[in-house]
């Protein structure tokens, strides 16, 4: 190594914020960065003096990472527990020379810094929001901006309009995007959206469930092949999906069920932007804009060691939290009312929802989003026998626990005649609705237990809502 190369080495490792350790294919350390005092418990020099095996041993490394590297050959990542009680993710990677390893290169990061980073986001993301509103997120411009916006995702709510802006003010960027949030909220949808919005609109959209593909056929799926590089292979070989979305958009839905071998080669294309197909020697540039997606917390995976902390770095540039539908229910009616329109529309009938039927709708949790409203709005659909859907004809929520209240009850049927006869808004007949629900079943059940059972919500939901009302259930003996 020449003299340059050497300073150009050192100054990385100390400067890095990271926490470097170099270590000699016998185990014996070479140089750390200065900063690792503060997280291993010893000085830079007391750790030069040692061996990873004495440091594991004496519990300033538990577990080593240079241990697991030389025990497996291949790189490793684990959490740590140090001696100063700190705990932190640590990667190493093997330096071969001649079939041997001659050097193991590992990196920490306490996990107090990941924190930290978190938490600073979090406070971005407040100030966002809090700097829409006061510049009126509802402004004439905006709702231009928002003109593009599909119909099919019925962005009614401030804060997913807050989102929606988000997102169409980061499109035309190749910023990585992270979606995050329940299943079934629109994630796939928003991402198409953004897709749509972005300079890459002409190119193509390619979706992909990690989750879907068994680990046997992931590589060969993602990466592509050669003719001949496997039993089975297509004879004139196969472009991987990742090559597909060239000059598009590449959609990796539920990356937290990515495997770890895969996270892996995942995150050398993000970096060197080239993949070789297999049975291939010749690499292929490709130049897709990467969203991805989860409902898992990723975070809570690196910790845990299934998940890089590199790649979780990389996809985490622009992170978006979807909410659940329980915490947007401005978008309840315009879902429902786009659902009833596809399923006219594909059945060939022209059904309407009965008024009865809105409250329930209003009221219940859907824990599972906007797929859980969508399929129990077909369920409906098929179940009901004339053109109203509702009313007269019993219909239940997806858990079955609201028979008897849908439909059922002719003076509450009277009741939404006379919110909406009475002039009142969408949103205050929806609340009638829910109040006279709630006031039937204070009398009928024997605690807040028992109504939530009803109507399929949590117990929690039940006294939220009892309190907006100024409602109690009824103290039978």
């Keep these: 190594m020449s003299h340059i190369d050497a300073e150009v080495l050192k100054t990385i490792i100390e400067t890095a914020h990271d926490h470097f350790f170099v270590v000699d294919g016998d185990g014996r350390v070479i140089d750390v960065s200065p900063g690792a005092v503060a997280v291993y418990g010893l000085s830079r020099e007391e750790l030069c003096q040692s061996t990873v095996y004495e440091l594991a041993e004496r519990g300033v490394l538990k577990p080593s990472v240079s241990l697991e590297v030389f025990r497996t050959g291949k790189p490793a990542q684990l959490m740590q527990q140090t001696a100063t009680g700190r705990r932190v993710i640590a990667q190493a990677h093997p330096v071969y020379v001649n079939g041997r390893i001659e050097r193991v290169v590992s990196r920490s990061m306490d996990l107090t810094d990941l924190q930290w980073l978190q938490d600073e986001y979090s406070l971005l993301q407040r100030r966002f929001s809090e700097h829409l509103k006061r510049t009126n997120a509802h402004s004439i411009g905006d709702d ?79 990466f592509g092949y050669q003719p001949g590089a496997f039993s089975g292979a297509a004879r004139q070989g196969k472009a991987g999906m990742l090559e597909q979305a060239h000059k598009g958009t590449l959609f990796l839905d539920e990356i937290g069920e990515l495997p770890l071998p895969m996270q892996t080669k995942l995150l050398k294309v993000i970096q060197d932007g080239t993949l070789t197909r297999l049975g291939d020697t010749r690499s292929r540039r490709v130049d897709f804009r990467l969203v ?17 902390l590199d790649l979780y770095y990389r996809l985490n540039v622009i992170p978006v939290t979807l909410p659940p539908l329980r915490e947007r229910r401005e978008d309840i009616p315009g879902l429902a009312e786009l659902q009833l329109k596809r399923l006219n529309d594909r059945y060939g009938q022209e059904k309407m929802l009965h008024s009865t039927v809105w409250a329930e709708l209003m009221s219940h949790d859907w824990p599972g989003n906007v797929r859980e409203l969508e399929n129990w709005m ?72 028992a109504m939530a059972e009803t109507l399929g919500i949590s117990q929690p939901s039940v006294v939220r809502k009892l ?5 109690s259930v009824s103290q039978r003996k």
């Design 144 to 222: 231009m901006a928002l003109d593009s916006l599909d119909h099919k995702l019925q962005v009614r709510s401030q804060l997913m309009r807050e989102i929606a802006l988000l997102l169409k003010r980061v499109a035309p960027t190749d910023a990585t995007v992270l979606m995050l949030g329940e299943s079934g909220v629109g994630k796939t949808a928003f991402a198409r959206q953004l897709h749509r919005w972005s300079e890459r609109r002409d190119g193509p959209f390619i979706d992909v469930n990690c989750g879907a593909i068994p680990d046997s056929l992931f590589e060969s799926e993602m």
């Design 378 to 449: 077909e369920r409906a659909w098929l179940s009901s026998a004339g053109d109203m859907i509702g009313g007269d004809a019993q219909v239940t929520l997806a858990n079955g626990a609201n028979r008897g209240i849908l439909g059922e009850d002719a003076p509450l049927s009277a009741e939404a005649a006379t919110a909406i006869d009475g002039g009142k808004t969408l949103r205050q007949a929806m609340q009638a609705y829910e109040r006279g629900i709630l006031a039937r079943l204070c009398d009928r059940v024997p605690s807040t237990y």
């Design 467 to 471: 309190a907006k009302y100024g409602l």
């Design 292 to 308: 991805v997606a989860t409902n898992h917390d990723l975070a809570g995976q690196v910790e845990q060691g299934a998940f890089r």
